[in-house]
């Protein structure tokens, strides 16, 4: 089993930046993969970003050059860097650990609202 815990969410106006972390714990041998999903009310869980641990990475297109995720292997931890903040960025996100890029991971952490105002 994979444990995962996020911090770093809260709230912003737009146009700012936030950092958010997930950190890994337990079977770290079982994961390639480590990414965010988000999810906003009414909406599905969407990707945002993943990296493996060779350092491929995977945006969505409505994050490229906005956003930027790295990882620390040693740390078994992983970053997301928001920029330039939209309100309609504002959801849950979701930390996300599997093997494949592109697909979603089997170890989901608990979450972290972000929240953009206008």
């Known amino acids: 089993q994979v444990q995962l815990v996020e911090s770093g969410g809260g709230g912003v106006q737009a146009g700012g930046s936030l950092r958010l972390s997930c950190a890994a714990s337990?079977?770290?041998?079982?994961?390639?993969?480590m990414g965010w999903y988000r999810q906003a009310p009414g909406k599905q869980r969407e990707l945002v970003a993943q990296?493996?641990?060779?350092?491929?990475?995977n945006y969505a297109n409505s994050v490229k050059d906005r956003f930027t995720i790295s990882r620390d292997n040693a740390r078994n931890t992983v970053y997301l860097q928001m920029n330039s903040l939209k309100p309609e960025d504002t959801a849950v996100y979701y930390c996300n650990a599997g093997l494949r890029l592109g697909y979603k991971g089997n170890y989901w952490g608990q979450g972290t609202q972000v929240t953009v105002s206008s």
């Open positions: 337990g079977t770290i041998f079982s994961i390639n993969v």
């Open positions: 990296i493996t641990s060779g350092g491929s990475t």
